[in-house]
């Protein structure tokens, strides 16, 4: 697997001096399936390469630097437009990693802008971000009040100049979900960053990312996934209170579990993994070398395990029934 | 994949990959004067994937989905009679989607004593087809679909994939190129009408790394009064945003290559009703402007 | 707080790249990458704002010595409306 091949040279860049064309076609189609093609291109800045792999690389580097300066900017737009409100604003994900400069940021793509504010000034937060010229991205009842209802979001989004969506969080995994983290004590113990902004601290910026990978999505783009929380977890001085930390958003479990996971693919090397430990690994390793997610089986398998975690069952049959009903299927 | 080709046009490299033979072969074919080599001798700069539309999709009513680096979600599979059209397509995409090395503008581009006239229009604006027109009378033609202008000269690279001929357009062409040779097979019924390939003329394909400095920029409109109109440099400006797909993504390099683009390169609006027509009203405007 | 005693003022004027088109003005915005296209009086607003945070009032003052304007108050309305589009479009920032 072609992805295999990827997470070794994200952990050892000198191995690319060995690399024949048919291995960079392959690598370089799985790192851009996996969104971590600009990623790959930072880790490997100085390692002598062909010049039709620098070429594609710089493309990906370039594309990088400029989703950042977008993120960051619409960082800045949310700030101005919640500032009169005096509400924390907490970025999340990619534009956090810019914001501060991390090394999780570094070649990352960042899409939508994901901020936490908390539950009780989520209406007035949505108002002031209607009257900024955010508006609805598809006004369906349904979706709507299953949103508001059982998701840790508002329904997202979009500005109506800047065609930039925004995704406002109010805790970080759904009301529904199993695992119940700690919402509030993470705005409580956020890092200011000045100019209205804020992220995590570096404990629950992992716990974040944890909860997202192994605990809400369906593991789709999972390796990216895992990488930042390597680079996050690099971050960490005291290991001991991030596991305080876990405990208290009752993440202990999937908090170790992306440790083991990332200490195997990135880390010194192969750990003697349990079985489940090897499901993720076949799972979050499949992208071939034309960049196609060869096992769509088994990312069924995770999807109905994602719904799962996240919904108690009669709630999910509720929920695909009126799905199916309107002519959606898990895909 | 099972079939796969990696072909270079102009400055880009295309790995493509099919469930299929036939789309493949028809490209080695009609494709043969171009650089062609294999995934394991040259890297790609993108890969293309035709693959079957679902389970079983490879033999059942065979239905190609259009993937790759760069994809729409929500593209609608094509049969496989067509699978020549979608190979083209899925390149046109990465170009579209993921270049960066030159502001892209979709317009066609042909090229005479060392000056590039530049062809900027809607489809069904005539712009493809005065391109393939005027590739067989004198001009070098440059790219039916993509001028790729150059960030740090300003020049204008070629980028000479097949010609995509729509509809009448075919007839058009069979009428002024003696070769049927140079023809691929004829899609009827596709998503776009009837569409028939035409290999570029020799020099267009051999000559297809060399660059030239734009001279004048059309606007051409099929189907009106023959008539031309001076477009001020806003009005340029706006269109050859709106034209291309990458102006943003490449933020400042582009917008700095357009304002000088649209500053020095005259443009003007061609209003014609037949190829005869706009043939003879381009050339007083060559040796106006160009000469 | 009412309008008139908004402080304007802009962020490093590197931020902007300025080309002139047919009479019009290009703004390239390098933190959010967008192009607009703008006319007088614009331009000059966005050359009269600097570091230091200034009223509409006080703006209009320096924008009166170099260029003619009519009406003293319709005038100040005028330059509030651009300064809050600016800063819409965050061309410009208040606080």
């Given at each position: 697997?072609?992805?295999?091949l ?13 690399l ?13 399936a ?9 880790r ?53 990693y ?7 940021g ?43 209802q ?42 200011d ?21 192994l ?31 876990a ?60 719904h799962?975690?996240?919904m ?20 | ?81 067509h ?40 489809s ?18 440059m ?36 070769d ?24 267009a ?7 030239a ?79 | ?9 802009r ?35 966005l ?6 945070p200034l009223?509409a ?21 005028n ?17």
């Open positions: 697997m072609s992805a295999a990827l997470a070794s040279l994200l952990r050892a860049p000198q191995g690319a001096g060995r024949g064309a048919r291995d960079w076609n392959a690598v370089m189609a799985a790192a851009r996996e969104r971590l093609l600009a990623t790959l291109a930072f490997l800045e100085g390692v002598a390469l062909p010049d039709p792999v620098r070429a594609v690389l710089d493309d990906a580097r370039f594309d990088a630097e400029r989703e950042k300066r977008q993120a960051l900017w619409e960082a800045d737009r949310a700030a101005a437009a919640l500032a009169p409100l005096g509400i924390p604003v907490v970025l999340l994900k990619g534009a956090a810019a914001a501060a400069g991390l090394k999780a570094e070649g990352r793509m960042i899409g939508d802008l994901d901020i936490l504010v908390p539950r009780d000034r989520l209406e007035q937060a949505e108002r002031a971000l209607l009257a900024a010229g955010w508006e609805w991205v598809k006004p369906d009842p349904y979706d709507d009040a299953y949103y508001r059982w998701m840790h979001e508002l329904p997202p989004l979009i500005h109506r100049e800047r065609d930039r969506m925004i995704d406002v969080h109010h805790t970080i995994l759904p009301l529904t979900a199993r695992p119940v983290p700690d919402a509030g004590a993470m705005i409580a113990d956020r890092v960053l000045g100019g209205g902004l804020s992220i995590l601290s570096e404990e629950d910026r992992v716990c974040h990312a944890v909860a997202h990978l605990a809400d999505g369906d593991m789709a783009g999972g390796l990216r996934n895992l990488w930042d929380i390597r680079c996050l977890l690099s971050d960490i001085e005291d290991i001991s209170r991030l596991e305080q930390r405990a208290l958003h009752g993440l202990a479990q999937p908090v170790a579990r992306a440790r083991r996971l990332c200490e195997h693919l990135f880390g010194r090397g192969s750990l003697d993994l349990g079985m489940v430990d090897q499901m993720f690994v076949a799972r979050l390793l499949s992208a071939d070398g034309w960049g196609r997610n060869g096992r769509r089986l088994l990312g069924q398998g995770f999807y109905v395990r994602s799962l975690l996240r108690p069952p009669l709630m999910l049959a509720r929920h695909l029934w009126t799905k199916w009903r309107k002519g959606h299927r898990p895909a | 994949m099972r079939h796969h080709l990696l072909l270079a046009i102009g400055p880009a490299r295309f790995r493509i990959g099919s469930a299929w033979r036939g789309p493949i072969d028809a490209l080695r074919r009609l494709y043969a004067a171009y650089p062609q080599s294999s995934q394991d001798d040259a890297v790609a700069d993108f890969t293309v994937r035709l693959e079957p539309a679902g389970i079983g999709r490879r033999w059942w009513r065979p239905s190609v989905r259009i993937a790759g680096d760069h994809h729409l979600p929500d593209a609608v599979p094509m049969a496989l009679r699978g020549l059209l979608a190979a083209e397509m899925g390149m046109n995409l990465q170009m579209a989607l993921g270049w960066r090395r030159h502001l892209l503008i979709h317009a066609s581009s042909v090229e005479k004593d060392g000056k590039v006239l530049v062809m900027a229009g809607e069904g604006s005539g712009k493809s087809t005065l391109a393939a027109l005027l590739g067989e009378r004198g001009w070098r033609l790219g039916d679909e993509f001028a790729l202008l150059d960030f740090a000269t300003g020049a204008i690279h070629p980028f000479p994939r097949l010609v995509s001929l729509k509809n009448q357009a075919i007839d058009v062409m069979r009428r002024e190129v003696d049927a040779a140079r023809f691929g097979p004829l899609m009827a019924a596709t998503p776009k009408g009837d569409i028939a390939h035409l290999i570029p003329a020799a020099e394909v051999s000559r297809m790394s060399e660059a400095p734009p001279a004048l920029l059309l606007f051409p409109r099929y189907g009106h009064a023959p008539d031309i109109r001076a477009v001020g440099e806003g009005e340029a400006f706006m269109h050859l945003t709106q034209a291309s797909t990458n102006y943003v993504a490449c933020g400042e390099a582009a917008f700095t290559a357009l304002h000088r683009f649209v500053t020095t390169v005259p443009s003007i609006a061609l209003d014609f009703s037949s190829g005869d027509e706009a043939d003879r009203m381009i050339g007083r405007l060559w040796r106006e402007y160009a000469g | 707080m009412t309008q008139a005693e908004r402080l304007y003022y962020d490093d004027p590197d931020e902007m790249l300025l080309r002139p088109l047919d009479g019009l003005t290009l703004i390239y915005h390098r933190p959010s990458g967008i192009t607009h296209i703008v006319d007088s009086p614009v331009p000059e607003i050359a009269a704002l600097s570091h230091e009223p009032r006080l703006l209009l003052e320096s924008l009166s010595a170099d260029y003619d304007l009519e009406g003293e108050g319709e005038a100040l309305d330059l509030a409306a651009h300064l809050e589009e600016l800063c819409a479009l965050g061309l410009a920032r208040a606080r």
